[in-house]
């Protein structure tokens, strides 16, 4: 199977599934194949492009062979399944059952083997397993409040969404977090805020299947409302309309404060339900209903792109605070006093960086090209110095680790770390006393010579 470009009506691209060379067009509700090229083709960007950083920064690859050995263990995935959930066949859930089987069915998903079960929970949720046992089934689990609250779109909607896990293998990134790396006990810094971002993003890819599947909005947004409050709508007098209302209304008055940075902890998920939206209403999705194709569909691109860029995961150049342009210069100066930049040291500045944003790789690799650190430091040192609300001493602690990295310290970076704390008029005892309690918690005692 390839893709083929062809010109839309509209003007667009369309990336057609291709067979053969013969070009396949199925009714809209009749059984369909093969479509798992098309569902990739509409999968977030941003999302799709963090996953292939994470597998690279956690060495996905190379952890696949312990995944495949665990599966094919007596501590295997399926005995933990059927030892602790129970499974929906022709004579337990049958309707749920056929539901399950009719989504598969209508995204063109035969080919991947799924079985589903039941969990017995008062949480209302739903997971998907990646089975990494060539000659099992994948698995999707409901719990028993989920199936108990949804009715049968609004269940699609879970469906579709659950699929979409299986499909764009999100258990790669999300097993081997949660096996191999504790964030908890070891902060990851940088890759700790892509995880976070990409894991936010790899719902929101999940969503766009899941609302392939249904029939109308109305049955998504229900869906999404109770998976989030426990709540029927009915239950506090509204509709999806009035909800969508108050999630537009929500979106537009934390941008107008410049707070849209609490819509990331927001229980509701505005910008999830907003994005639900923007990808119902667009003509991606028209295009794959009527034509099972794949349609570039720029408005779309353009949309959700402002969506992301509300929840400020990058900074952008016109828009960064003094603070964080003190912190990138400063960081690149001290680390930069005896000799070059590399790989090492710019992971070690997007590490400190990430506390304020949680992808600032391009405009880090934009000042360093383009030689702006220097102006960039006296710029800001000039903005924190005329601001008696900063706490300097915070963010003179907040470089320590820079000269701390890999166990090792040297006196060219250590000066360079004094000479900042003069320049924000930190008194040298203090400096002293901070760095001294900052590299307390990095160094550590080593043999190595």
């Known amino acids: 199977m390839f893709f083929q470009k062809n010109e839309d009506k509209k003007g667009g691209k369309m990336l057609t599934l291709v067979k053969n060379t ?8 009749s059984k369909h194949e093969g479509f798992e090229d098309v569902l990739e083709a509409l999968r977030i960007k941003e999302e799709r492009e963090y996953y292939d950083f994470l597998m690279d920064a956690l060495n996905v690859d190379a952890l696949k062979p312990l995944f495949y ?40 998903l035969d080919s991947i083997l ?15 397993c990646y089975n990494y046992k060539s000659d099992e089934p994948h698995y999707i689990t409901f719990t028993s409040a989920l199936i108990d609250s949804l009715d049968t779109d609004e269940l699609r909607f879970v469906i579709g969404h659950e699929l979409a896990h299986i499909l764009y293998m999100h258990n790669h990134i999300t097993f081997a977090a949660s096996t191999l790396f504790d964030i908890d006990s070891a902060p990851w810094g940088f890759v700790e805020g892509i995880y976070c971002t990409w894991d936010f993003l790899s719902q929101l890819s999940a969503d766009r299947v899941g609302l392939l599947a249904v029939k109308d909005f109305d ?49 509701v998920d505005p910008i999830r339900t907003k994005a639900l939206e923007v990808f119902y209403n667009s003509e ?34 016109e828009n960064m605070d003094p603070e964080f342009q003190f912190l ?24 400190i960086l990430s506390y304020n944003y949680k992808d600032p790789r391009e405009i880090v690799k934009n000042a360093v090209n383009n030689n702006k650190i220097n102006p960039m430091f006296e710029d800001s040192l ?50 002293m006393d901070i760095i001294f309690e900052g590299l307390k918690n990095i160094l550590k005692p080593s043999a190595a010579r």
């Open 22 to 29: 013969v070009q396949e067009c199925f009714a809209a509700g």
């Open 69 to 108: 050995k665990r599966d094919n263990s007596n501590k295997s995935l399926s005995r933990y399944v059927k030892g602790n959930f129970l499974k929906l066949s022709d004579s337990f859930g049958p309707r749920i059952l056929k539901t399950c089987n009719d989504v598969i069915d209508f995204l063109g």
């Open 114 to 128: 799924v079985d589903f079960y039941l969990e017995i929970s008062s949480v209302l949720n739903a997971h998907a």
């Open 219 to 267: 049955a998504a947004v229900k869906a999404s409302f109770k998976l989030n409050t426990g709540l029927n709508m009915k239950k506090v007098n509204t509709t999806p309309v009035h909800y969508i209302k108050m999630v537009d209304d929500l979106i537009k008055e934390l941008n107008k404060s410049n707070d849209m940075a609490a819509l990331k902890f927001h229980p």
């Open 284 to 317: 991606a999705r028209r295009c794959f209903i009527e034509k099972r194709q794949f349609m570039e569909d720029k408005k779309l691109i353009k949309d959700t792109e402002e969506l992301i860029e509300s929840l400020k995961f990058k900074p952008k150049e």
């Open 328 to 351: 990138l210069s400063s960081g690149y100066l001290i680390m930069t006093g005896d000799e070059g930049w590399d790989e090492s040291k710019n992971s070690c500045l997007l590490d």
């Open 382 to 431: 000039s903005k924190i110095k005329g601001d008696n609300k900063t706490d300097t001493t915070y963010l003179l602690s907040r470089l320590v680790p820079l000269v701390g990295r890999n166990g090792k310290i040297n006196d060219i970076e250590i000066k360079a770390l004094f000479d900042i704390a003069d320049k924000l008029q930190i008194p040298e005892d203090k400096a």
